[in-house]
């Protein structure tokens, strides 16, 4: 089993910028796809962003133009650089592996970090 850290969260205000950072126990990050989940209080758990094994990247619509996921694989790292941060961004982000058919790899998920964007 892997474990995730994720941080960098906080309260920022909307138009602001934050970089979350999640680290994984062991070296998966050559091997497979990472993903950034979101859930908002009341809604399911969302997937904003993926970086394949080769750096290809996906976003949400909801997130296109403002979000950019990146990988160091040498710090077992996948991060996530959130820009013009708006309230609806506001939810606990949390990192995964995917699986081939996008679903998340591992059952155990970390603790998040806390997105607010809030004036």
């Known amino acids: 089993q892997v474990q995730f850290v994720e941080s960098g969260g906080g309260l920022v205000q909307p138009g602001g910028s934050l970089r979350l950072s999640c680290a994984a126990s062991?070296?998966?990050?050559?091997?497979?796809?990472l993903g950034w989940y979101r859930q908002a209080p009341g809604k399911q758990r969302e997937l904003v962003a993926r970086?394949?094994?080769?750096?290809?990247?996906n976003y949400a619509d909801s997130v296109k133009g403002r979000f950019i996921i990146s990988k160091d694989n040498d710090r077992n790292t996948v991060y996530l650089q959130m820009n013009s941060l708006k309230p609806e961004d506001t939810a606990v982000y949390y990192c995964n592996a995917l699986t081939s058919t996008m679903t998340p790899m591992y059952d155990v998920w970390g603790q998040g970090t806390q997105v607010t964007v809030s004036s």
């Open positions: 062991r070296d998966i990050f050559r091997r497979y796809t």
């Open positions: 970086i394949t094994s080769w750096r290809i990247t």
